[in-house]
C-alpha cells in the first residue's frame, strides 16, 4: 500500500513518520488477540482498535482495517550530542515492513495450520472459530527472558507495570505521547550492575530482583547477548538446558523464551491450567496430585504428537 498523509498525533515532543500498510486478513493476524495476551508486555491499547507500543527500539502504533495492517512509527526525542542535536535515522519503508513481517512471523501461513490442526484435534476445531488470528511473536531474546522471569506467581496487568518500571529505569527514553513518555527495553549490561538487585526491590520486583539481576550477570559472564540469539539455531533440548540453567529459570519460562524468541515452535509452556485441560478434556492419564518435572514433560510431548511441530502455537490458541 502506498503511504498515506494521515498522521496519528502531533505533539511537541514526538510526532509519526506517514501511515504505511501491508496486506494481512484477521484470520491471519488479530492484534487484540495477539497483544493481549500475555506474549509482550510492551503493547497497550492507546485508542479503540489502536495498539502503541516498543518494538525495535522504536515506539510504533499499529491498527487493522478489513484485510490490512497500519502501523506508523514515531521519531525518537532529539538529545545533545557533542554539543549538537541528533536524532535517530528514520525507518525506510522496506524496513519497518520487514520489522513488523518478523515481528509477527507472517510469512507463516496461520490458516492453512488452523486447518491442520482442527483436522488433528476436535476440541481445538471447536474453539477455533471464537480465536482466529492468534499467532505467536517473534521477539527479542533479552527482553523475552527478562520479561518472563517476571511471571512467576504473577498476572498480566501486574507483569507489565512492572516492566514499564524496568524500562523507565534502566532504558533509554525514546519519546513521549500525550504526556506519556517511552522507554527502550535496557540492554543487557544496565542490569549487571552491583546495585540492580537493590534498585529492583525497590521498584517492587521482590524476590525476581535477584533471579533478574543474577541472570543477567550470569548471560554477560557467560552466553553473552549474542549467544543468547544464537540459541535460535541450538535444538530445542539444548536451549531449554541453557536457559534453566539460569537463576530463576524454570521449566516453563524456558519454554516461553524457547517459543516467543528463539524459533522452537514445538515448545509448549505447561501451567496448571494447561495441565488441567490435559487431563480433564483429553484424558491424560498422569500420576499424582501435582505438575511434577516428569508430568510436565508427558504433557508436552501429549501435544506435540497431536498438534505436530508447531505444537507451540496451537497452545497458544
Not at 535496557?186 to 537493590?198: H, K
Amino acid at each position: 500500500c502506498s503511504p498515506t498523509a494521515m498522521r496519528l498525533r502531533d505533539t511537541p515532543s514526538a510526532c509519526p513518520s506517514l501511515w504505511r500498510c501491508l496486506p494481512c486478513p484477521p484470520a491471519e493476524l488479530r492484534l487484540d488477540l495477539v497483544l493481549s495476551s500475555g506474549q509482550s508486555f510492551r503493547w497497550w491499547e492507546s485508542s479503540p482498535g489502536a495498539w502503541t507500543g516498543v518494538l525495535g527500539g522504536r515506539v510504533w502504533t499499529l491498527r487493522q482495517d478489513g484485510d490490512r495492517l497500519w502501523y506508523t512509527v514515531y521519531g525518537e526525542e532529539e538529545e545533545e550530542r557533542d554539543g549538537c542535536p541528533a536524532k535517530a535515522a528514520e525507518l525506510s519503508a522496506a524496513e519497518t515492513e520487514r520489522i513488523l513481517r518478523d515481528y509477527f512471523q507472517l510469512d507463516v501461513g496461520l490458516s492453512a495450520l488452523y486447518r491442520a490442526w482442527g483436522a488433528a484435534d476436535p476440541l481445538f476445531r471447536k474453539v477455533a472459530d471464537d480465536f482466529p488470528g492468534v499467532r505467536v511473536l517473534r521477539q527479542d531474546p533479552v527482553e523475552c527472558l527478562f520479561s518472563f522471569i517476571c511471571t512467576s506467581n504473577n498476572h498480566i496487568s501486574r507483569i507489565t507495570a512492572m516492566i514499564e518500571r524496568l524500562c523507565q529505569a534502566f532504558g533509554r527514553r525514546l519519546c513521549c505521547l500525550d504526556s506519556r513518555p517511552f522507554h527502550a527495553f535496557p540492554p543487557l549490561s544496565a542490569l549487571t550492575g552491583a546495585d540492580a538487585e537493590a534498585r529492583l526491590r525497590a521498584l517492587g520486583f521482590g524476590y525476581r530482583a535477584k533471579f533478574v539481576s543474577g541472570s543477567a550477570r550470569a548471560i554477560a559472564a557467560g552466553l553473552g547477548p549474542e549467544g543468547l540469539c544464537q540459541l535460535r539455531t541450538a535444538p530445542y533440548a539444548e536451549a531449554r538446558r541453557a536457559l534453566c540453567a539460569l537463576p530463576g529459570v524454570g521449566a516453563k519460562v524456558a519454554d516461553c523464551v524457547c517459543l516467543l524468541s528463539l524459533d522452537k515452535a514445538e515448545a509448549v509452556p505447561v501451567d496448571t491450567h494447561v495441565w488441567h485441560i490435559a487431563r480433564q478434556r483429553y484424558g491424560v492419564a498422569l500420576g499424582g496430585k501435582s505438575l511434577t518435572p516428569r508430568a510436565y514433560q508427558e504433557i508436552g510431548d501429549f501435544f506435540r504428537g497431536l498438534w505436530g511441530p508447531r505444537a507451540g502455537w496451537a497452545q497458544a490458541v
